[in-house]
């Protein structure tokens, strides 16, 4: 893989799935897997085979469709998973198994009740154990934002060892701030043998907020794979949101780095999993939230109207989005108002215009957003008092 790409790692139809009342059947995984497939994304995680007779079908059927893809299935540190996860990926034409175990202190100490000896022995078992049946295998660190880095390092050394090609350190609990979990990144490149042989990747989780800061300093520091969600669903506060990396990295080409998704893509994608999964995507949501373009401010429409970069970084076409909104409130000027008359059909002079705002701002206070019928209804009024003059 060449230096610079960031592998996308998109786990929807895993990760994004576990969210209560994102149920997905296997027909609507279907359809989205082949929308994730078109826009470009290196991997798709399909579901976690062992969990469910439904979840195996639609990792199985996913398989059978998934063209340009990886197609991947998440299995625990346990043979049963495993050839159960490679039963469901044999007709992928590129599979791989995500196979891993819990390594923070917390995990070992409470959820395993176990020492870090025997975590590491699970860990190679595993790793050794899907190798078997596939070339590509993913070893995740659960917790890892949370593990000690020297143990974190020896664990990821035993699982290339063991042939894992793929290292996922997950910040599962959002716990990281970015420069630590940078320089976990950073550390693990620096200290672990053969790490070249492996592709670094970040799985990181919102409970702060922090998910997609987090991924992007993983990637300046040195992974080459980062996990991520449309919308950014996922477990509680989700995980890092798809289309936010992608245009982060397009935004600031200082840092050489690039991903082969299709931008153009992002918004309908997103249209299409909310409504699949029926899961509401605020309107401050960055890049695809139905606020991400639109102005309602007179300062900003004004700037906008003159020159779209004064307040757009990036341009809506590139994220598929047709056009900027500028949204008549309370709040906007006369520049708004007169492109948004011209757009329904009004070319208005300086006393129209004068006419018009002052009938506009009686509308504005009485309603939260004054819309194009509501124009037509200002410009009947205004022809009125004209006629009257």
């Known amino acids: 893989m060449e230096n610079n790409k960031v592998q996308i790692f998109d786990t929807t139809l895993r990760d994004g799935e576990q969210v209560p009342g994102c149920k997905l059947d296997t027909n609507q995984k279907l359809i989205i897997a082949e929308r994730l497939d078109l826009l470009g994304v290196d991997v798709i995680e399909a579901g976690f085979p062992i969990s469910s007779p439904g979840d195996f079908t639609s990792v199985n059927e996913i398989a059978k469709i998934v063209k340009n893809a990886t197609v991947c299935g998440l299995t625990r540190a346990v043979k049963k998973d495993i050839e159960v996860a490679a039963e469901a990926l044999k007709h992928a034409v590129k599979p791989r198994i995500h196979t891993g175990i819990g390594t923070s202190e917390s995990h070992i100490k409470y959820k395993f009740k176990s020492t870090q000896e025997e975590v590491v022995r699970r860990a190679k078992e595993a790793v050794s154990y899907a190798k078997n049946f596939v070339d ?40 990281c701030l970015p420069e630590e979990y940078g320089a976990k990144i950073k550390y693990l490149k620096e200290n672990v043998k053969d790490i070249e042989k492996a592709i670094i990747s970040c799985h990181c989780h919102n409970d702060l907020g922090l998910a997609t800061a987090n991924s992007i300093a993983g990637a300046i520091n040195g992974a080459r794979q980062i996990e991520c969600t449309i919308n950014g669903i996922g477990e509680r506060a989700g995980n890092t949101a798809l289309e936010e990396v992608v245009m982060i990295l397009k935004q600031h080409p200082h840092l050489n780095l690039h991903t082969d998704i299709n931008s153009k893509l992002l918004y309908d994608t997103s249209i299409m999993v909310r409504e699949k999964m029926g899961m509401f995507v605020q309107p401050n949501k960055a890049i695809v939230g139905a606020n ?11 700037g906008v109207i003159k020159n779209r970069e004064t307040y757009e970084i990036i341009d809506p076409e590139e994220v598929g989005v047709t056009e900027s909104a500028i949204v008549l409130t309370a709040r906007s000027g006369r520049a708004a108002l007169a492109y948004r008359a011209k757009n329904v059909g009004y070319e208005l002079t300086k006393v129209q215009l004068d006419l018009a705002y002052d009938i506009f701002l009686q509308y504005a206070d009485r309603q939260k957003e004054v819309v194009n019928e509501d124009i037509h209804t200002i410009m009947k009024e205004v022809n009125k008092t004209s006629k009257i003059a």
Request: proline residues 2%; aromatic residues 10%.
């Open 292 to 302: 991400a373009f639109a102005h309602s401010s007179g300062i900003h429409q004004d």
């Open 136 to 175: 590509d295998v993913e070893f995740y660190a659960e917790d890892a934002g949370r593990t000690d880095n020297a143990f974190l390092a020896k664990i990821c050394e035993e699982a290339i060892k063991s042939g894992a090609t793929v290292l996922n350190i997950p910040d599962t609990t959002g716990y």
